[in-house]
Each structure stands twice: as C-alpha cells, then as structure tokens.
C-alpha cells in the first residue's frame, strides 16, 4: 500500500469515527439553541468531548469524507484525488472558520473553535499526500536514483 493510500484509509477511518462519534448522546454535550443561535442549528448541536462543536450536518460530512476516504484507499489514482480535494475542503473550512460572518457556514455547520485547528491540520497534511507526494515526483525520484 502507498503513502497515499494508507493516509486515505487512516484520515477515512478518522473522519468516520468523529462523525459516528457525534451522534453518540453520551459523548456529545448538547446546547439548548433556541435561544442562542438559529433553529437551522439545532439538529443534534453540542461539543465532542466538550470542545470540538459539532451538528448533524458536520456528522454527516465527517460519515461521507470517511466513507469516501476508505473507499479511495484501495486504488492510488483515487487515494491522490482525495487527498487533493480534502486538502481544499478543510483549507476552505479552516479559512471560512476564521472568518465572522462564515465560521457558521451561514448557519448550517459550526466551524469555529477547535474545528479550525482540526480542518487546518489536516488541510496541511492531505497538501502534502496530494500534491507533495504525487505519483509523478515518486516515479522522477525513483528514475533519478537509478
């Protein structure tokens, strides 16, 4: 298995865990919104472990990116397309929860707080896998070498 591949299968197996996580009561301390932010929010809104923000619909984004993620990892063309477009998913979702008025995504995902370091990490290290690491510096390397 390439490098690619295994970072696939482990950021997949992550990204499913944290979002079956954030469907666990147990696990979630939840956060009476109607009186605080929008009803849009209010779809099983809480803190992971108390710190990372989470909602139904961050939970079904972090299921889809793990499932799409284990699923990429068996092939090493599509283990590279997912690392470049995680790469620009969470860049975009670390920036956007940087910014005021979009650290919501206009009311529907909490990307604020912890989230930001989770998404800019990981931007930071699907940047490399996908486009560091890509099946034509390894086959330049491997040529140069010889």
Do not use: C, W
Not at 29 to 54: A, E, M
Not at 69 to 92: E, M
């Amino acid at each position: 298995m390439k490098t690619a591949q295994s970072f696939s299968l482990i950021v997949g197996i992550f990204s499913l865990v944290l979002g079956v996580i954030g469907l666990i009561p147990g696990l979630v301390n939840f956060v009476d919104v109607t009186s605080k932010v929008s009803d849009v929010y209010g779809v099983s809104y809480g803190y992971i472990f108390g710190f990372i923000p989470t909602n139904g619909n961050l939970d079904f984004i972090h299921i889809t990116a793990g499932v799409l993620g284990i699923a990429a990892s068996f092939s090493s063309s599509s283990a590279y397309a997912y690392s470049r477009a995680l790469a620009v998913f969470y860049g975009l979702s670390a920036a956007f929860g940087l910014i005021p008025y979009a650290r919501t995504f206009f009311g529907t995902v909490p990307l604020y707080g912890s989230n930001i370091y989770i998404s800019g990490i990981s931007a930071l290290i699907a940047f490399y896998f996908g486009f560091l690491v890509s099946p034509g510096l390894l086959e330049l390397s491997t040529k140069n070498s010889k």
